[in-house]
């Protein structure tokens, strides 16, 4: 499996920006029916629904914040990792200047921006795993900047939420993020909770959540109870979309416990924004398939 | 209610909406977001600012397009930019607050009467709406398809050096569907949610944080 993949990787792109995965979508349409009719919350998840709809059909990007690139690498030992890494930033380069990607990478220093989405090595995010398969797998998820900015970590205890180290306590620190979130991230958005960590995976875990199955539940009983419990008590708030007041805030949250250190207790949000850009390829042989 | 909107806007106008209204704009509008809102500031409300002659004549032609007019925080996605051909792909809205520091400033600069952005902004700037008088009109986070339809013409774009989100776009648009959330009469709906959710937080958590 050595061909080039650069054009395959920036049609991952493409489906990735302009193209919503459908669970994502059946969520946005239920919340649609559970507001009421002419509210401001109702029309802005209209709004939503139909620039679903609108940006499939032209193949235009969803929303003009196409993020920072996260790709999720799953390379069989006989694939070369050096040859993968040149074809995804060439990807990504390719698919700025067809218009799927708006050039997002700025150096922070000077204030440029590089025009092609590549920056240094952290630009676009890759996160690599060798794998003992014959496939190649890469998940793409696009982080919007908006939503990025409400992503937050504590450190429990929090004396300010009287949250301990527990999960009473990881209830309260991520009922805490979906308030100070308000509407900022482009609510009705999905939570990305990691618990314990270092600062590092803890948030790096956060987001990698975000590649679960949107309807599948965390196989620990009481992390699977806490998910169900932060989403409808994250619906009393009344933020609502666009923080307009409302039902629904957040569609789905996903816990991954991990281990920590003895002195440090993370609890770390991601905030993904309904604009959830997420799809996959796997390549076997010579067959590419998205999903 | 829904209202109809042209800009140029009139004071009289401004006075006839109120937070829940839905908007639809016609006419122009001018992108800005982090570095324009930062330049803007720099170079014509400090005092320091010393903008230079090539300056001076952006900001005029800018003034133009914004006197009774309105600044859009957005960064939108374009095509055609080699050629100048320019197609406005996607272009919802950017978070506002981030220009807060500013926001106020730069609307007295140019006499700006409506700011659509995401998400809300400050005391600041509702303290300006209700002097000038001024509004925030709140775009849906996302549907940037949607209101690129609604951009018509690329009238011109400055500062396009900063990339293609920072630089100003001037747009004409027409039925650009937008809701007003911060009025001329002090009233703020991101005030008003704040306020009720804390107050269910508060609830929810057994705290008075
Ligand atoms: S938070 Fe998401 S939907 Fe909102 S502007 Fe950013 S990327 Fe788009």
């Known amino acids: 499996m050595n061909k080039d993949l650069t054009r395959e990787i920036c049609e991952l792109i493409r489906i990735t920006s302009t193209d919503l995965p459908e669970p994502v979508e059946k969520r946005l349409r239920s919340a649609l029916a559970r507001e009421v009719p002419g509210s401001a919350a109702h029309e802005a998840l209209r709004t939503i629904l139909e620039n679903v709809d609108l940006a499939r059909r032209n193949s235009i990007p969803v929303c003009q914040d196409t993020g920072v690139p996260v790709f999720y690498v799953r390379f069989p030992f006989t694939m070369n990792m050096v040859d993968i890494e040149r074809q995804i930033r060439d990807a990504v380069a390719l698919a700025t200047r067809e218009s799927y990607l708006r050039p997002n990478a700025v150096d922070p220093l000077t204030g440029t921006n590089s025009g092609n989405n590549l920056g240094d090595d952290h630009f676009p995010s890759i996160h690599y795993k060798q794998v003992e398969s014959d496939e190649l797998t890469i998940d793409l998820i696009l982080k919007g900047g908006g939503c990025e900015n409400v992503g937050v970590q504590y450190t429990l205890p929090d004396e300010r939420l009287k949250a301990g180290r527990d999960l009473e306590g990881v209830r309260k620190a991520a009922l805490d993020a979906v308030f100070q979130a308000q509407g900022q991230g482009c609510a009705p958005g999905f939570l990305g909770v990691t618990i314990g960590g270092d600062r590092e995976t803890s948030y790096a875990v956060s987001k990698e959540v975000f590649l679960r199955d949107l309807n599948d539940q965390s196989p620990d009983i009481n992390l699977s109870i806490l998910e169900e419990q932060i989403t409808s008590e994250a619906n009393m708030l009344g933020i609502g979309p666009m923080g307009f007041g409302g039902k629904s805030t957040i569609l789905e949250t996903k816990i991954k416990a991990i281990h920590r250190l003895p002195a440090c207790y993370f609890v770390t949000i991601s905030y993904m924004c309904w604009a959830y850009r997420r799809r996959r390829m796997t390549v076997v042989g010579d067959i590419v398939h998205y999903e | ?209």
Not at chain 2, 158 to 183: N, S
Not at chain 2, 186 to 202: F, N, P, V, W
């Open chain 2, 1 to 209: 209610m829904q209202i109809e909107l042209h800009t140029p806007i009139a004071d009289e106008d401004v006075l006839r909406l109120h937070v829940g209204d839905t908007v639809i704009l016609t006419g122009i509008i001018v992108t800005g977001r982090d570095a324009a809102h930062q330049w803007l500031y720099k170079k014509f409300c400090d005092p320091a600012g010393d903008p230079s002659s090539e300056e001076k004549v952006i900001s005029e032609e800018l003034k133009s397009y914004l006197h009774r007019g309105v600044i859009y925080h957005c960064g939108p996605v374009v095509s055609g930019v080699d050629t100048r051909q320019y197609r406005i792909l996607a272009a919802g809205p950017t978070t506002s607050i981030r220009e807060e520091l500013y926001q106020a400033d730069i609307m007295r600069l140019f006499n700006i009467k409506g700011v659509i952005g995401k998400g809300g902004m400050g005391q600041n700037t509702l303290e300006y709406c209700q002097k000038s008088p001024a509004v925030y009109f709140h775009a849906v986070g996302g549907a940037a398809v949607l209101i690129a339809r609604s951009v018509k013409e690329v009238l011109g774009v400055y500062k396009l050096e900063w990339g293609v989100p920072e630089a100003m776009w001037v747009f004409r648009v027409e039925q650009l569907p937008v809701i007003v959330t911060m009025d001329a009469f002090g009233t703020s709906l991101h005030e008003q949610i704040r306020a009720a959710s804390k107050k269910a937080l508060d609830h929810l958590i057994g705290t008075n944080v």
